[in-house]
Nanobody
């Protein structure tokens, strides 16, 4: 079992920055990859970014590429999402997720992730 807790959300102006954190606990040794998803009101949950837990392989959604950076600190069992140049359309609840299956690729679909955090709200004002 893996427990995930997100933090770092808040209210920022367009063009501003936030850094989200996701602290993992429990059987973290089974984690292969961790990802960030977001869900805005009335919209489907969408993939944002993911990173392999063992190597620095990353993957980003086109909508955030060049603005967001995912990183990890294995010693702290924590994954981060640095969000720069934020736009109002980035407003959503952001969820951290962990994939416990060793795949030959980084998963981007919600159903491919086994563990989820409670979410943290990010609001970008114009």
């Amino acid at each position: 079992q893996v427990q995930l807790v997100e933090s770092g959300g808040g209210l920022v102006q367009a063009g501003g920055s936030l850094r989200l954190s996701c602290a993992a606990s429990g059987r973290t040794g089974v984690t292969y990859a961790m990802g960030w998803f977001r869900q805005a009101p009335g919209k489907e949950r969408e993939f944002v970014a993911a990173i392999s837990w063992s190597v620095d392989n990353t993957y980003y959604a086109d909508s955030v590429k060049g603005r967001f950076t995912i990183s990890r600190d294995s010693a702290k069992n924590t994954v981060y999402l640095q969000m720069n140049s934020l736009k109002p359309e980035d407003t959503a609840v952001y969820y951290c997720a962990a994939d416990s299956i060793h795949r030959p690729y980084i998963a981007t679909m919600p159903y491919e992730y086994d563990y989820w955090g409670q979410g943290t709200q990010v609001t970008v004002s114009s």
